[in-house]
């Protein structure tokens, strides 16, 4: 079996076993905050990855002519770029969308997620692998986003895939009296993401076990 290209591997890293929200922990604020609909989840994790890509191939192309002691300024320049062209384009054709993310969409400069791709990678390597990472991690948040969203919307509205600024009141699941509204609230994103990010890495660890398994089990070569 043929190994995995370089590209496809860093791009499943985002994905998997470097999803920036459920392993590595970071973008905690905006996830709890903006996951109250699957909507509100895709439509950040969508400006992220926006970001994310535009940011990286920028830091890649800017990596050898900028001067290591102004980096991180250059990196916050490059990256409030993005953010804004992002904020304005939500604004002018999704202004509900853009109300609801409210202040987390310009605070997508100071995310620890597009800071941290920018030094630990985009900024050690080319163009084309910092396009592919930087989509790797946006797929990554943006799953991780719309996974805690369609937890939390049917269970704290009984109501999913509203969106507003489509004209789409989304699928009634079961009567308002039902939802439990604590879900809605932080507490309740606190708890939710907890379990999915505990949930997660009890399948991560299950999955080691089995490539264990399987390995000691594979026929060894060579003379005894």
Known sequence: MSSPSPLSSIFSNGIGK????????LGM?????VS???SNGIGMGLAATFVLVGSNLCVSLLRK???????????????ATFVTVVDLVMNAYLPQLHQVLG????????????????????????????????????????????LLSAIREPLGTGIILAAPDLGFEGIRLFSKEYAAAIVT????????????IGAVNLLAERGKGRAGRRGSQSPQGGCH
């Open 65 to 79: 002519a900028t001067p290591n002691e102004i980096r991180i300024p250059v990196f916050i320049v490059v990256i």
């Open 185 to 196: 609230q932080p507490v309740g994103g606190f708890i939710s993401l907890g379990l999915l």
């Open 29 to 33: 604020c905006p996830t709890i905050a």
């Open 103 to 146: 202040v987390f969409v310009p605070l997508i400069v100071v995310n620890c997620i597009i800071l941290a791709r920018a030094e630990a990678f985009a900024s050690k390597n080319g163009p084309l692998a910092s396009i592919v990472d930087g989509l790797g991690m946006g797929a990554g948040f943006t799953f991780a986003l719309v």
């Open 18 to 25: 470097e999803n920036p929200t459920l392993r590595l922990l």
């Open 36 to 38: 109250l609909a699957v």
